[in-house]
Nanobody, 127 residues
Framework: EVQLQAFGGGLVQPGGSLRLSCAAT????????MCWFRQAPEKEREGVSC????????FYSDSVRGRFTISRDISKNTLYVQMNNLKPEDTAVYYC????????????????????WGRGTQVTVSS
């Protein structure tokens, strides 16, 4: 059984920071690819960031590059994303996703690549 559970969402002011965590069971974060996706109301699901667990190569959408940092901790079997300088347009439900495959850059932020999904955590950026 694979379970991904996201934590850390909440309400934050523009310019603030949040750190999201994704605790994995049945899936070890030393292999494959793991990502954060987000979905805002009436918008398509968007790939935010991915990490190839073995070599730790990271990938970011243009909208978050320079503000978000994805990482994983093998000892805790947990995926993270540090989100800084948050903007109202970052408001969304954030989902953790995983694949056993080590994807290359092209299409790595494509949701259909990922087999396992958490339920998500709400991030709201507002004054």
């Amino acid at each position: 059984e694979v379970q991904l559970q996201a934590f850390g969402g909440g309400l934050v002011q523009p310019g603030g920071s949040l750190r999201l965590s994704c605790a994995a069971t049945g899936f070890t974060v030393d292999g494959g690819t793991m990502c954060w996706f987000r979905q805002a109301p009436e918008k398509e699901r968007e790939g935010v960031s991915c990490i190839r667990n073995r070599d730790r190569n990271t990938f970011y959408s243009d909208s978050v590059r320079g503000r978000f940092t994805i990482s994983r901790d093998i000892s805790k079997n947990t995926l993270y994303v540090q989100m800084n300088n948050l903007k109202p347009e970052d408001t969304a439900v954030y989902y953790c996703a995983a694949s056993h495959r080590t994807w290359i850059a092209g299409g790595i932020l494509t949701a259909s690549r990922y087999d396992y999904w958490g339920r998500g955590t709400q991030v709201t950026v507002s004054s």
